[in-house]
Structures are given as C-alpha cells and as structure tokens.
C-alpha cells in the first residue's frame, strides 16, 4: 500500500467512525420513520465515482489547490488529481513543488469537475500560455462542472468561459470580472449552472465542502468539515473582509498589489478584443 493509499484511508475513516457509533449507540424502534445515525452512515459507505481535476502551473497560489483536494478527495469512491502540462513537479508561488498526478495528454475525456486555482503572476503567465489556455478551453468544455479558485476566475475568463455567467473572484479583481462577460457577485462562493467560483485562497475550503454537500449531502459534508476541524477563529474576525477590515490595510494592499491589478486588467482586454476581432 503506497503513502497515498494510506492517506486517503486516513480522511475518510470518518464514516467508519459514525457507522461504529451509530451500531453502539442507535436506539431507534423498528417503526421510527428517520433513519438511525447506523443507516445513515452505511449509506454513506456506498462509495461515488466522481472524477475530478485541479490544473497545477507555475507560480499557483498552493492552498487554492490543496484546500479544495483536501475536501473532494475525502469522498469515498472519488478519483482527485492534479494536472499540469507534464507530470514534472509544478513550483508554486509559495516557493515548493506539487507533482502532478497527470499531464494534459492524460486527461480523463469526461471528468465530472474541473478546478483552476488562482495566483499571482503565474496567473498571468498562464493567460499567456498558448498550450494552456488550449487545455482549458477543451477541459472544462468536457466536464460537468469547471470552477475557479480567487484569481483562477481570471483564467477561465480570459479562455471566453465566464460570458453571461454569475462570478466571484479575489476581492481585489472583482472589477476585472465585467472585461470577460462575467457578473460580480460578492460572495464567498458563488454557484450559477455548471459553474462554481470562490474569492480568495481560504475561501477554496468552503468550495471544496460545497461541492461535497452537492455530491454527497449534508451529513457526508459535516462530517468532513469536522474532520478537518473546520470553524475558522482568526485573530483579527473583521479582517478577512475589505468592507470590514482596517481600512489602511486595503489602501495598503490595494497599492501594493496596483501592478498586478492593472497587468491583469490590460491582458483580459487584449484577449478579448482580440477575441472580437477574429
């Protein structure tokens, strides 16, 4: 048994746990009409087959990819992997090295979810990548579901993905958003048809656990939630939020990350225009 194996018996040991307490503990009459916490957990035993990618390149904001891996492979059944134009390790922004599970030329032909994380730079670079956006473009036309991760948004954007849909991004990009057809929405994680977007890098989390709500229920969710001893406590609770935080601290972000913003912004409109003019 490989370190993956082991890993993935390790996060979904959760519903063994509830099936074992629901045989100790249930006390439910034959005639009761809900089901004890011992048949809801057997029914969470039957394992899916849901098959999801996450798109690993260069300079990817790490936890926009690992946060939602974390949830949607705690799906028992569920087949996650990371893919990248090679199966070569993929540098993230932070610095280390994800090894994709897969190259583009291995690509399943009709995965149920396909994922693009966000980033800084790499974002950008991404948009620029021929080969890339090309994946993209044919990736997420396959699948049943594409979603972004923060500035991941950006890149589904820029492949002509985003027209007409309801969106959320990073709080910084949210007036990016329009240049690719798309409609702002403030919140943490959006949903409109076969398409699902989520603001900045923690807020992959609460993507990851709304789509395990939407495969698998409530109860599968919670579980994993709790697993993941998931109920954020921040030193600073208003200060996640540009409407409620520190107003110095916007200004200051907002001029430390002008560059980027409007590097962004220039290259959604390039894209676009020359998007209109073919």
Request: hydrophobic residues 45%; glycine residues 8%.
């Amino acid at each position: 048994m490989n370190s993956n194996d082991l890993d993935a018996i390790t996060r979904r040991r959760f519903i063994q746990a509830l099936a074992a307490a629901g045989a100790l503990a249930s006390t439910r009459p034959l005639d009761a009409a809900e089901p004890s916490v011992h048949d809801q957990a057997v029914a969470l035993l039957k394992p899916g087959s849901e098959v999801v990618l996450i798109l690993l390149y260069p300079g990817f904001t790490a936890l926009d990819a690992i946060g939602p891996h974390y949830a949607l492979s705690s799906m028992a059944g569920s087949t996650v992997r990371f893919i990248a134009a090679t199966t070569d390790p993929v540098v993230s922004e932070s610095g280390f090295a994800v090894t994709p599970h897969l190259s583009f030329d291995q690509c399943p032909q009709k995965p149920d979810l396909f994922l693009i994380p966000g980033g800084m730079a790499g974002t950008i670079a991404a948009m620029e990548d021929p080969a890339l956006m090309a994946f993209v473009k044919k990736t997420a036309a396959a699948s049943a579901m594409m979603g972004s991760i923060c500035t991941g948004a950006l890149i589904l954007g820029a492949a002509g993905l985003l027209k007409g849909y309801k969106a959320t991004s990073h709080w910084q990009t949210m007036e990016l958003l329009p240049i690719v057809g798309a409609i702002p929405v403030k919140e943490r994680v959006v949903i409109d048809r076969n398409l699902i977007s989520c603001g900045g890098v923690t807020s992959g989390i609460d993507l990851g656990l709304e789509l395990v709500r939407r495969y698998r229920g409530d109860l599968y969710a919670k579980g994993v939630q709790l697993l993941a001893e998931y109920e954020p406590k921040p030193p600073f609770p208003k200060g996640g939020n540009p409407a409620t935080a520190d107003p110095k601290i916007v200004e200051l972000l907002n001029h430390m990350h002008a560059e980027y913003i409007g590097a962004w912004g220039e290259k959604l409109k390039k894209i676009v225009e020359t998007s209109d003019t073919k």
